[in-house]
């Protein structure tokens, strides 16, 4: 089975800074990485879909990058609106297991 | 545009079996891709439980040991979860997920119910 881990846990940024997620995969994924926004009490969101595509109505400040294990998903220009957790995931591989997540929150 | 609805009883008792349905709308199962539940216990992350393709080909998670089990009702275009032998740690707020085919880049899921709370509890 595919591991994820996802680094840092959580970060703390001030509006307009730059953040940068990491995520690893145990094993090559090529470029089948997604990445989703979740914030409490919402149902989770997709972000980004084959490493670097974003989904439809995200905004163009969030960017992703990586192919085989590392991944990369970068927040430029950060907004209040931000402040949630981020997940990784694998998309053509089974079980899909999520990275552990990484907390946003604004300073 | 698909809309997913997550049902079920939000209070399961140990070693009961936890059964949910998601209703899809917009969308018509039989037109294909994966079906899928991920799951958030209280203070935790995401958890991929399984998914479902529309022919029913299923795939678990291993780390449920063998206690899941997923189908589909094509007709009344729902899907389901059961999940035997429940204890407290399978508490948790319960998504149903369409898992739908992006070329060249696999089955991310693009649309989510807007979960469902199930608490394990005598």
């Known amino acids: 089975d595919i591991q994820m881990t996802q680094s840092p846990s959580s970060v703390s940024a001030s509006v307009g800074d730059r953040v940068t997620i990491t995520c690893r995969a145990s094993q090559g994924i090529n470029s089948w990485l997604v990445w989703y926004q979740h914030k409490p009490g919402k149902a989770p969101k997709l972000l980004i879909y084959g490493a670097s595509k974003l989904q439809t109505g995200v905004p163009s400040r969030f960017t992703g990058s990586g192919f085989g294990r590392d991944f990369t998903l970068t927040i430029n220009s950060l907004q209040p609106e931000d402040s949630a957790t981020y997940y990784c995931q694998p998309a053509n591989t089974f079980p899909r297991t999520l990275g552990q997540g990484t907390k946003v929150d604004i300073k | 545009q698909v809309q997913l609805q997550e049902s079920g009883p939000g209070l399961v008792k140990p070693s009961e079996t936890l059964s949910l349905t998601c209703t899809v709308s917009?969308?018509?199962?039989?037109?294909?891709?994966?079906w899928g539940w991920v799951r958030q216990p209280p203070g935790m992350g995401l958890e991929f439980i399984g998914s479902i393709y529309h022919l029913g080909n299923t795939y678990y998670s291993p780390s449920l040991g063998g206690r899941v089990t997923m189908s589909v009702d094509k007709s009344k275009n729902q899907f389901f979860l059961n999940l035997t032998s429940v204890t407290a740690a399978d508490t948790a707020v319960y998504y149903c997920?369409?898992?739908?085919?992006?070329?060249?880049?696999?089955?991310?899921?693009?649309?989510w119910g807007q979960g469902t709370r199930v608490t394990v509890s005598s």
């Open positions: 997920v369409r898992e739908y085919y992006y070329a060249d880049s696999g089955y991310p899921s693009d649309s």
């Open positions: 917009g969308f018509s199962i039989s037109s294909g891709y994966y």
